[in-house]
Structures are given as C-alpha cells and as structure tokens.
C-alpha cells in the first residue's frame, strides 16, 4: 500500500464519497452528522483520518484512522461514546470475534488520545470508545472499491451499534450465512469473487420491503411468531437471500420481492443444509413428512 504524500488528496476524496454514500444510506443518522476528511501531520508520520461527528444522541463520534509510517498498515475504525452510555461499551466487548467481509476483527476498548482528552476536559465531556483494527486494505488501491469498502465498514458499525443498542446482536459463531438486515451486518459472506454481498443485503430498506410484502410469516412452514408467542414475537423473522453467491456478479442489485423471503430460523437453517434447498424444495419436504406422520 503506497502512502505516499499523493496519497493525502486521495484519501480525502474517496473518504469523504464514502462517509457520504453511509450518511445518505444509513436509517437514524442524524442530519446534523458533518463529514470531516483530513491529514494530521505528527512526529510518528501522520495520519489520514475520517471523521464523522454527531451521528446520534449517544454518538459522539464515529472515525477512522491509517496511521502513514506504522507497520503493519492498518485500517482502525472507532465509535466514541458518551460516558452515560458505557453500558454499550461492554456490550461491544462482549461479542467477541466479528466477522467483516473476509476478515475476522475483536474489539478493543480504547480511550481518547492526551491532547484530545484536554480539549474533552475543558468542555466538560467524557468519552469511551471502542476499535476494531482492518488488516485487509489492498482495496484502497482501487477509487470505486475503497470507496464502497469504506462506506460499508462504516454502515456494518452503525448497524452493529444500534444492534447492541436494541439487545439483537449476535456474535459471529452464533448467526445464519445469509439472514439479511438484523443479524448479517455482523457476519458477511462474499461470494467466489470475493464479491461483497452484504452491500445490499445488508440494507434494512431492502429487508423492510421483502416483509410488507409477504408478511412476518415463515413461507416455508407459515410459522407466524407473533400469533404464536404474542407480543414479544410481533414481527420477529430472518430474511433469506434466495440468490446462490457464485452466481453474483460486481453490478448485481437485488430484488426485495424476487430475491428475498421471510422464513423461521428452523427453516433458514435447513435452507443452508447440505448443496442448499429452495424454499419450493423445502416447503415440498415439509408437506411430505407432515403427510406421511398421518398416514
């Protein structure tokens, strides 16, 4: 990775498309969020740095950080919360090993660097925050892929973070392959390509769709959780990506309606069994058992 003082008019550009494209894609980011893309020189080299501040009430900051002359380079993306908030901390903590794209990442409890905590002081302020260290930045050689690789790393965050926030995420050993919105902003899987295919799955719209359509109710089984457990299964359901990875292709979009399905984790799980099973194909097997119990 060539760092170069080329490297700083550069970095400016792509991370500031990306904090953008996150901004104007992202459910519940403040309007009020600014963008700032920047070069701090210092005596280790400097660094380039993204910064996008107030995204919410309980964010302080989200930024990222390559330091220029640190061996080995690395890409660290963090999120400064208020002090209030140090419950969401530990609960970051908690999670263990996550899982972006192709790389396995922890978190690491961090706190403000000196001349930052001054500034904090004086204004009456604390922050704790949280670090997770990318060692996989061949992307950034590339304009068009560093700046969708950027904004999803930043998106993966922001959707992990109100995941914590709303007691539903889970750690990476614990989730489905392809369930969409709640669960795979954790854990993304790319295809042959190296494709990201999260970059759409990943999108609560896209999800949001898919459900007013055929409703909270497996299609599978038609386990609906809501009639079942009441009001705490209301609207409770994975989404399945119905598209086999190894036939997407970079400029593929999905389709809410054509390519994605509500279904129960019991079904999404036999989805995944073996070569993998349409939904027609399991729904099939299911009629079949259900036929000859009663027999």
Known sequence: MDLSDDFEHYWKKIASAAAEEFINTSEGVSSKASIKAYFNDNKNGGSYWLEIREPCSKIRLIDIEIQKKIEPITLR????????ERNLVLEHKKLGLISFDDED???FEINPRKSWKKQLDRDGITLEGVEYCFRKISFLNNEV???????????DLWCLSNQINHGKAVGARHQFPDEVGELDSILFEGSVSKVNVNKFERNRKARKRCIEHFGAECQVCYLNFGELYGEIGEGFIHVHHT???????????VDPIKDLVPVCPNCHAM????????????RSLLRRSIFEQYL
């Open 77 to 84: 993306s963090r999120i400064w919360y208020y002090k209030c």
């Open 105 to 107: 990442v922890n978190c």
């Open 145 to 155: 892929e560093a700046i969708s690789k950027i904004s999803n790393i930043l998106s």
């Open 243 to 253: 598209v086999k990875l190894s036939s997407i292709g970079r400029e593929y979009s």
């Open 271 to 282: 989805l995944h069994q073996g070569q993998g099973l349409s939904v027609e194909e399991l």
